[in-house]
């Protein structure tokens, strides 16, 4: 079996134990993984602190911060045929999207590279002539990253790239579910120049290691993806030590489509928006809300693109669909899809296992018009299952979006440009698609309201999450 170790004070090392990993294509252990415990997380924030203040990295200029960061990018781009199969083998996530992600990690942290000498402070023109007043833009300190197992390298490029920018250090604790590609990338990090201690890379399991680490005094700052429930513990947590957080959570995201759309372009950015990542994506469109005198012909058509998708093994470049992480994402798959057809959802495709070895579940969709209110319209599944409403006029398109406890993303399919505004303005969520889904860029703001969290990743703003401004006052 491959062992991997973890990071911390720019030296590899094999953690206070260690635990098995799973294949999620056949379900059997194939590495052996650090797992960090208290212990371990103390000494990495202890580790992270020395280097925020060690004036190697406390007095480095933003431009050689940035010099480092490029380097960084360029080690990742090289890099990443092997990152793209680690992540591919720990997590499931099929080779045609880890490979083609990677290119956007490496993307993300240039950007960064170049933001870090343009996070910037101002002069205020006070109304006193003898005083000259102004902010400085100050890292905030030490930022505890937690990311769970689904898209890694880019959940913690988007965080670790603009802390780094900003002068910040990090310890990251990667899931406890596939973290083979994070504790790869450790390797990767440690040979682009940083002082040591700058990144540290843990992984471990919720209480014992995240736990520790997000209330540890030392951390100034959290920056959490995953679940509500996990960032509920997770608030609590740095309440102790009043640590600001940002969250990027879940979603039930509604994927809205007009009779004048184009057709077949809708169609299928709601099969990528759906079943890509196996469903397993916290802006999948989830929830098809289409007008009800073209439901019965794009449900025909999903369905049958549905059923044609190449299910298969993930280290396959033909494969569209491969396993789901775990084995309890399955089971909750199943839980929802069965509790919600004994409240009368129909099936239109899927909803049984996949027959065989590892965590497959089929493309999946119900029809739950006739129950909105069923468990799966309102709970995210997190598999690649989706739930179909139909509504009459703009007004309802519009209720039904925002019947949401979430607000993460929002596609909208129409040709008619006025009323895709009057919608974007109605829409409750952090993101909103029109005639497109899922783009994203370095360059834009990314992050929701309600149950998807509060913060920004992604674009100036997130860098910005990473400052804390000191207002200088001098008499002349
Ligand atoms: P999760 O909340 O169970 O776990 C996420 C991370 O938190 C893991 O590393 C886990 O070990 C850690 N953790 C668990 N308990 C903890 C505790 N008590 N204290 C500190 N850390 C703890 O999430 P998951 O099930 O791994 O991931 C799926 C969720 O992530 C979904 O809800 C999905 O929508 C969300 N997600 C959001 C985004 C986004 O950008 N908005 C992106 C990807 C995934």
């Known amino acids: 079996m491959q062992q991997f170790q973890q990071y911390i004070d720019g030296a590899f090392e094999d953690g206070s134990a260690r635990f098995e990993s799973l294949d999620p294509a056949n379900g059997r252990p194939w590495a052996l993984m650090p797992e960090a415990r208290a212990d371990d997380v103390n000494r990495a924030v202890e580790a992270a602190e020395r280097a925020f203040?060690?004036?190697?990295?406390?007095?480095?200029?933003?431009?050689?911060?940035?010099?480092?960061?490029?380097?960084?990018?360029?080690?990742?781009?090289?890099?990443?045929?092997?990152?793209?199969?680690?992540?591919?083998?720990?997590?499931?996530?099929?080779?045609?999207?880890?490979?083609?992600?990677?290119?956007?990690?490496?993307?993300?942290?240039?950007?960064?590279?170049?933001?870090?000498?343009?996070?910037?402070?101002?002069?205020?023109?006070?109304?006193?002539?003898?005083?000259d007043v102004w902010l400085r833009r100050e890292p905030v300190g030490v930022v505890?990253?937690?990311?769970?197992?689904?898209?890694?390298?880019?959940?913690?490029?988007?965080?670790?790239?603009?802390?780094?920018?900003?002068?910040?250090?990090?310890?990251?604790?990667?899931?406890?579910?596939?973290?083979?590609?994070?504790?790869?990338?450790?390797?990767?990090f440690d040979q682009a120049g940083f002082p040591k201690g700058v990144l540290n890379i843990v992984t471990g399991f919720g209480p014992d290691c995240g736990s520790v680490l997000?209330?540890?005094?030392?951390?100034?700052?959290?920056?959490?993806?995953?679940?509500?429930?996990?960032?509920?513990?997770?608030?609590?947590?740095?309440?102790?030590?009043?640590a600001s957080t940002s969250l990027e959570l879940?979603?039930?995201?509604?994927?809205?489509?007009?009779?004048?759309?184009?057709?077949?372009?809708?169609?299928?950015?709601?099969?990528?928006?759906?079943?890509?990542?196996?469903?397993?994506?916290?802006?999948?469109?989830?929830?098809?809300?289409?007008?009800?005198?073209?439901?019965?012909?794009f449900l025909s058509r999903l369905k049958e693109k549905a059923e044609n998708v190449v299910i298969g093994a993930p280290d396959d470049m033909a494969t569209e669909v491969g396993p789901l992480c775990t084995e309890k994402q399955r089971e909750h798959a199943l839980d929802l899809i069965s509790r919600s057809t004994h409240m009368g959802a129909t099936l239109v495709t899927g909803g049984a296992d996949c027959e065989g070895e590892g965590f497959y579940f089929p493309p999946t969709i119900l029809d739950c018009t006739a129950v909105p209110d069923a468990p799966c319209v309102t709970t995210e599944f997190f598999g690649p299952v989706l739930s179909v409403l139909d509504f009459e006029d703009e007004a309802e398109a519009i209720e039904i979006a925002n019947t949401t406890q979430f607000g993460l993303a929002s596609g909208i399919f129409t040709r008619d440009l006025t009323r895709a505004h009057r919608m974007i303005r109605a829409i409750r969520a952090g993101i909103v698609w029109v005639n497109t889904y899922r783009a994203v860029s370095p360059i834009a703001p990314f992050g929701g309201h309600g149950l998807s969290g509060y913060g920004r990743e992604g674009g100036i703003d997130a860098a910005l999450e990473y400052t804390k401004i000191k207002s200088v006052w001098l008499r002349t």
């Not at 030392?218 to 608030?235: L, N, Q, Y």
């Not at 879940?250 to 469903?279: H, L, R, W, Y």
């Open 144 to 188: 505890a990253a937690v990311v769970p197992w689904n898209s890694q390298l880019f959940l913690s490029a988007v965080k670790i790239g603009p802390a780094l920018a900003a002068g910040c250090t990090v310890v990251l604790k990667a899931s406890e579910e596939g973290p083979a590609p994070m504790l790869e990338f450790a390797k990767i």
């Open 250 to 297: 879940g979603g039930k995201s509604p994927f809205i489509v007009f009779e004048d759309a184009d057709i077949e372009s809708a169609v299928n950015a709601q099969v990528s928006g759906i079943f890509a990542a196996t469903g397993q994506s916290c802006v999948a469109g989830s929830r098809l809300v289409v007008q009800r005198s073209i439901k019965d012909e």
């Open 214 to 242: 997000t209330s540890h005094p030392k951390i100034a700052h959290v920056a959490f993806t995953g679940g509500p429930a996990t960032a509920r513990h997770i608030v609590r947590n740095s309440a102790e030590n009043l």
């Open 53 to 131: 203040f060690n004036p190697e990295w406390a007095n480095m200029t933003a431009t050689q911060r940035g010099k480092l960061l490029i380097r960084l990018s360029e080690l990742v781009a090289e890099a990443a045929p092997r990152l793209a199969e680690l992540e591919t083998r720990d997590t499931g996530k099929i080779i045609r999207e880890t490979s083609a992600q990677i290119a956007y990690v490496a993307e993300y942290y240039r950007y960064y590279a170049g933001l870090a000498d343009k996070i910037q402070g101002a002069h205020l023109p006070i109304d006193k002539p003898d005083m």
